[in-house]
């Protein structure tokens, strides 16, 4: 089992940059692939980027590509999502999930076991 705590969130206005982070408990942190999803009011829960459980060629989806940045350091027990140039359609609740047994970074919310609590984004214009 491993337990999931965002944090980072907040306001901001658009064009300025967040970082969130997220603390795993436990000792096997490395041995999950991670991913960072948001949702919006009224949309699904979508994968906004991945890395794999060494790091490597991280996934992005297209909306942020060139914007954010997923990092992960295996020795904090932590993943980190840099996000520059926020737009407000980039306003959502972020989450971040664990994946304990996928081979490739997964993009459905179905191949995450563990999930944190969800940290608020807000971009204003």
């Known amino acids: 089992q491993v337990q999931l705590v965002e944090s980072g969130g907040g306001l901001v206005q658009a064009g300025g940059s967040l970082r969130l982070s997220c603390a795993a408990s436990?000792?096997?942190?490395?041995?999950?692939?991670m991913g960072w999803f948001r949702q919006a009011p009224g949309k699904e829960r979508e994968l906004v980027a991945g890395i794999r459980r060494s790091g490597g060629t991280p996934y992005y989806a297209d909306s942020v590509k060139g914007r954010f940045t997923i990092s992960r350091d295996n020795a904090k027990n932590t993943v980190y999502l840099q996000m520059n140039s926020l737009k407000p359609e980039d306003t959502a609740v972020y989450y971040c999930?664990?994946?304990?047994?996928?081979?490739?970074?997964?993009?459905?919310?179905?191949?995450?076991?563990?999930w944190g609590q969800g940290t608020q984004v807000t971009v204003s214009s």
């Open positions: 436990g000792r096997t942190f490395s041995t999950y692939i």
């Open positions: 999930a664990a994946d304990k047994w996928g081979g490739v970074i997964g993009r459905r919310v179905s191949e995450y076991e563990h």
